[in-house]
């Protein structure tokens, strides 16, 4: 089925330990997002990518780094796990603007 | 900043009874979504509003956005277990670059007693 893949789906560090989010999407979409969620904080956007090439900072991005690799790919790194990273992380795609956003499964990630 | 206030944070019904969910915002509303979202699950996309006065509806629920494009309203008529979930409201923001980002509101947390 057509949508974004985000992998994994559940992850466990360790603090100070590094991973990469990995985001993919085969919908041609040109903008790419990932957002961070915690219990009554809704939905905060970590990173985007507006084209391929490009990535911007959102409102929560200390402690992240993304790479857009490709257009169809858009990965999130921790390069030194705290437990304040432990959430559930969301990736999107939205083909332009006017076009609705389609959002993957998410990443439940626990950092001890 | 949280730019876009959704009220209730929380709301329980009972099976058939009517409601409203709302999304406020401060600044000018140019793409409004909203989502339903399932607790331990991703994002369901429910509708997109983009026009002053454009109302949306699909099976029982409406959603609707204000001639100003300030605010939003989600209104579900005759409420199931199934709609039980969390509501998400989006919107469109402008970003550096002219480029376009979605902030969210916090949430309203449905609970439907049978």
């Known amino acids: 089925n057509a949508g974004v893949t985000q992998t994994p789906k559940f992850q466990v560090l360790k603090t100070g330990q590094s991973m990469t989010l990995q985001c993919a999407q085969d919908?041609?979409?040109?903008?790419m997002y990932w957002y961070r969620q915690d219990p009554g904080m809704g939905l905060r956007l970590i990173y985007y990518s507006a084209s391929e090439g490009t990535t911007d900072k959102g409102e929560v991005p200390n402690g992240y780094n993304v790479s857009r690799l490709n257009k169809r790919e858009f990965s999130l790194r921790l390069e030194s796990a705290a437990p304040s990273q432990t959430s559930v992380y969301f990736c999107?795609?939205?083909?332009?603007?006017?076009?609705?956003?389609?959002f993957g499964s998410g990443t439940r990630l626990t950092v001890v | 900043s949280q730019e876009l206030e959704q009220s209730p944070q929380s709301l329980i019904v009972q099976e058939g009874k009517n409601l409203t969910i709302n999304c406020t915002s401060s600044?000018?509303?140019?793409?409004l979504y909203w989502y339903k979202q399932k607790y331990g699950e991703g994002l369901i996309f429910l509708m997109m509003?983009?026009?002053?006065?454009e109302e949306k509806s699909h099976e029982k629920i409406t959603a609707k956005l204000d001639e100003k494009k300030q605010q939003s309203s989600l209104h579900i008529t005759a409420s199931q277990p199934s709609h039980a979930g969390i509501y998400l409201c989006?919107?469109?923001?402008?970003?550096?670059?002219?480029?376009?980002?979605?902030?969210f509101g916090k949430g309203t947390k449905l609970t439907v007693n049978p």
């Open positions: 989006g919107a469109d923001r402008l970003a550096q670059g002219g480029s376009e980002k979605l902030v």
């Open positions: 509003l983009q026009k002053g006065g």
């Open positions: 600044k000018t509303l140019y793409g």
């Open positions: 999107a795609s939205r083909r332009t603007a006017g076009y609705g956003y389609t």
């Open positions: 919908m041609n979409h040109n903008s």
